[in-house]
Each structure stands twice: as structure tokens, then as C-alpha cells.
């Protein structure tokens, strides 16, 4: 393992036979480091990388480094990644794969008279994208012409402050989609599988902050069209090891092609809770040129999943980031429940990363199930030190929107309202404190039963006797 000084006490740093502290905890100057980390492999003797989920995770240049070292990446080739990292490549390579496409351009903007004409066209309200963005850096939503140059200068420096790269496209805004994603495996013999699909619609500021397998709006058909078009996507770029293929499915259940992710995800254990498959163990297998153990027939749903990402941030304060120890930090347990996290009790959490503390992944033998799960699974988390988002989760596993699956990417928008967590933390509050009264004073009663009992046993009689 490699860890940064702020990650020292990490579990991950105690679970591994051999650890290399990589450098300060700034990323600029640790993880994101690729010459120091393939040096560390070339003086270690390492056959092989799992670059997990950020950092150098789908950085091309990364991958063909490590390629030209004589080191195995466990992900796919640098020139997948740098096709599937460009929106615009990316469209152009599904282009002749019968992908469903959202209407807009092909190619970057460079004239911006052009292409107002063109969004008249597709009609409004649009949406200006970064071609090498992520996250929502470099995304504008345009209402109406009369905004559309100025949005598109906006659109143009954020993408070239946040990515180095300030080409743009346009497409049709889709006002009220579901975000769904599927996975793919694919090994390097031409063997490709989808293991169908996540829900990833509850986001905030772009990033996905619920998770579940399967959906509760896709039927058999629209779940093997979508997959036949992710096994698709995959052959259009030569795909090896573990991706994921990104659609919108908007009011009509049309869906459309987004992007793919060259990577595992953080939501991965959602699927491999519905399926038995250990994404992590077969991109492993895969990256030895081990064919792929099974095919798509042999894959099936069984159950549901869901999973909350447990950040540390003020879901009061408009998820406002929080640091400091943890002071408390017991996480649940019990039939249906998992936990992937990277912290124990008295570890800080640092200002370096992303806030996320943990991934907490329920299972039942329906929806119903996983989320009455998932309530107590909260409820049983115990987490001082830092805020965390455990009672927006709560929240939403407990909203008619989500529990009737009749919800979109803009659930936060429409309806997360944050004074109602107070509301919420009070009224559990007085109906704990209402039940340890009822406890005290039963408990008194039945001591004053027992005293009278005790005078009069039989049982105290004749052992006395």
C-alpha cells in the first residue's frame, strides 16, 4: 500500500503486509505523484496497480507510464481512457454502435454565432458542457437566447481553470432525467458482460450521494436494451476490466448515452450485492488475462441494494465540508448490512480529500427491505467529532418521493428541506426521552413487585428450609 503522512493511521496502511508512506498529504504532491509511485513499484519488485477510484484512477498518461515500466494497470488501456475521457471523442466513437444519442454537437464549439443558431434548432433550454469535464465543473444550463453567449464564456474559462482544456459542446438540456448507470466487465479475449443496472439520481451538486440496485422504473426491456448498449460503448473504445457506461432516461423512459467511467466505482458494492460478483476480484483476474468465469446468461438479479455515501459535511449547512476527530465512530452490523470505510475511532479526518468517511450498503430480499434496513442500519451508525450526512440519508430513505420511486436528479432541489432535520433530531429526541421515563418508572414498579413477591416466596422458603 502507499499512503500520504495524512493517511498514516489509515486501515488500509495496517491491512497491508508492506507499506510506502508516499509523500505530504497535499494529492499534488502524494498520490498524484505517478513517477514517485512507479519508482516505489520498480524498487519493490510490484507486478501490478489497482489505482481504485480517484486520484490517477482514469488518468491515461498514468496508465501508459506504467505500461512502459513493464507494470500491469488493473484497468483498462491509456487509449480507452483517453477516448471515454473525452465527451466529445466518446461520442464520436459510439457514434456507429447504435447508441442513443441526446441531440447537440459533434464537435468542439468554435464559432459561437454557429452555434446559437444550432441550440435554436435543438431548441431550448440547452446545456453547454465541458468536452473534459466532470462533476459538473464546466456545465451551464441556458434558458433562453439572450444568455446564451455570456453562459457560454462562463462554460468556457471554468472548464479551462478547472481542466486545462476549454472546449465546450452543446446538447438538449433533458429537464427531469433519472441518472442510471450500467457495468460492464470485459476481459482482453472479446468477452464482454453487463451486470446491470445502478439508480444514481439523488445528488447533490452533481455528485451522486444515493445508490441502489436495480432501479424501480426500468422494465426487462428497457434494462437489456441499456445493457446491449453499455456492451456496445465498450466495444467501441476495445474495453478491458470493469466500467461503467452512463445514461439519462428522461419522462418518456427514452434513454440516452452520457459518458463512461474507466474505472470501478464508489458505488460498485450495490451491484455486486445483486449479482454474487466480486467486481474488485474479477478486474483482478482480468487484468492476468484470465477469461471471464461466467457469461451473460448466467447472471441474474437477485434482491435489491441500496447504498448512502456517509460524508462528513453540514447537510444543514448546505453540505458545508467539516474536519476534526472522531471522537465516536461505531458503525452497524447485521444480516443485510456492510460497510466500506477508511476510518476508526480517534482518526482525524483531514482537509486534504474528498469528505467522505464511509459507504454504507444495505441488502434485502426487495426494496422494502433494504430500505427498512438502511433506516436502521442509520440509526444504529454512531459518528462524534464532525457532522456527517447520516440524517439527510435518513431522510431520504424516508421521503414518499423515494420510497414510491417517483424521483429525479433534482430530488435535493425539490425536495430535501434542511430545518426539517431539526424537526426530525427533536421529535426523536423527546420520543427517547418519553421511553427512558417509561423504563424508569416500569423498572421501579417491578422492583416494588419484587420486593413484595420476595416476602412471601415459596421459592426463598424452601431453599432457606
Not at 44 to 69: C, K, Q, T
Amino acid at each position: 500500500a502507499i499512503y500520504s503522512e495524512a493517511d498514516r493511521l489509515s486501515p488500509h496502511v495496517k491491512y497491508a503486509d508492506e507499506a510506502v508512506c508516499i509523500g505530504p498529504p497535499a494529492s499534488s504532491e502524494s498520490y498524484l505523484v505517478g513517477e514517485k509511485i512507479i519508482q516505489i513499484c520498480k524498487d519493490l519488485g510490484v507486478d501490478g496497480i489497482h489505482p481504485g477510484y480517484g486520484f490517477l484512477s482514469e488518468n491515461a498518461a498514468f496508465a501508459r507510464s506504467v505500461a512502459e515500466a513493464g507494470i500491469i494497470l488493473i484497468g483498462p488501456s491509456p487509449e480507452a481512457m483517453e477516448v471515454m475521457g473525452d465527451k466529445l471523442a466518446a461520442k464520436a466513437a459510439v457514434k456507429n454502435f447504435e447508441v442513443p444519442m441526446i441531440p447537440g454537437t459533434d464537435e468542439a464549439i468554435t464559432n459561437i454565432l454557429a452555434a446559437k443558431k444550432l441550440a435554436n434548432e435543438i431548441g431550448y433550454p440547452i446545456l453547454i458542457k465541458a468536452s473534459a469535464g466532470g462533476g459538473g465543473k464546466g456545465m451551464r444550463v441556458v434558458e433562453s437566447p439572450k444568455s446564451f453567449e455570456e453562459q457560454m464564456q462562463l462554460a468556457v474559462s471554468e472548464a479551462t481553470s478547472a481542466f486545462g482544456d476549454g472546449s465546450v459542446f452543446i446538447e438538449r438540456y433533458v429537464g427531469s432525467p433519472r441518472h442510471i448507470e450500467i457495468q460492464v466487465l470485459a476481459d482482453m479475449h472479446g468477452n464482454i458482460v453487463h451486470l446491470f443496472e445502478r439508480e444514481c439520481s439523488v445528488q447533490r451538486r452533481h455528485q451522486k450521494v444515493v445508490e441502489e440496485a436495480p432501479s424501480s422504473v426500468l422494465n426487462p426491456e428497457i434494462r437489456e436494451a441499456m445493457g446491449n448498449c453499455a456492451i456496445n460503448v465498450a466495444k467501441a473504445c476495445d474495453y478491458v476490466g470493469a466500467g461503467t457506461v452512463e445514461f439519462l432516461l428522461d419522462d418518456n423512459k427514452e434513454f440516452y448515452f452520457l459518458e463512461m467511467n474507466t474505472r470501478l466505482q464508489v458505488e460498485h458494492p450495490v451491484t455486486e450485492m445483486i449479482t454474487g460478483i466480486d467486481l474488485v476480484k474479477e478486474q483482478i483476474k482480468i487484468a492476468r488475462g484470465e477469461r471471464l468465469s461466467f457469461l451473460q446468461k448466467d447472471l441474474e438479479i437477485k434482491g435489491h441494494s441500496i447504498e448512502v455515501r456517509v460524508y462528513a459535511e453540514d447537510p444543514k449547512n448546505n453540505f458545508l465540508p467539516d474536519i476534526g476527530a472522531l471522537k465516536i465512530y461505531k458503525i452497524p452490523s447485521g444480516i443485510g448490512v456492510r460497510v466500506d470505510d477508511g476510518f476508526e475511532e480517534g482518526m482525524e479526518v483531514p482537509i486534504y480529500y474528498d469528505p467522505m468517511l464511509s459507504k454504507l450498503i444495505t441488502y434485502g430480499k426487495d426494496r422494502e427491505e433494504a430500505i427498512e434496513r438502511m433506516i436502521r442500519a442509520i440509526d444504529d451508525y454512531q459518528i462524534a467529532g464532525v457532522e456527517t450526512t447520516l440524517s439527510f440519508a435518513k431522510y431520504v430513505m424516508q421521503h414518499p418521493a423515494f420510497t414510491s420511486g417517483d424521483f429525479d436528479t433534482h430530488f435535493v432541489k425539490n425536495h430535501f428541506d434542511p430545518t426539517k432535520l431539526d424537526e426530525t433530531n427533536e421529535l426523536e429526541a423527546e420520543l427517547a426521552a418519553m421511553l427512558a421515563t417509561n423504563l424508569l418508572v416500569n423498572k421501579g414498579k417491578a422492583s416494588l413487585a419484587t420486593q413484595s413477591n420476595t416476602s412471601r416466596s415459596k421459592w426463598r422458603d424452601n431453599r432457606s428450609s
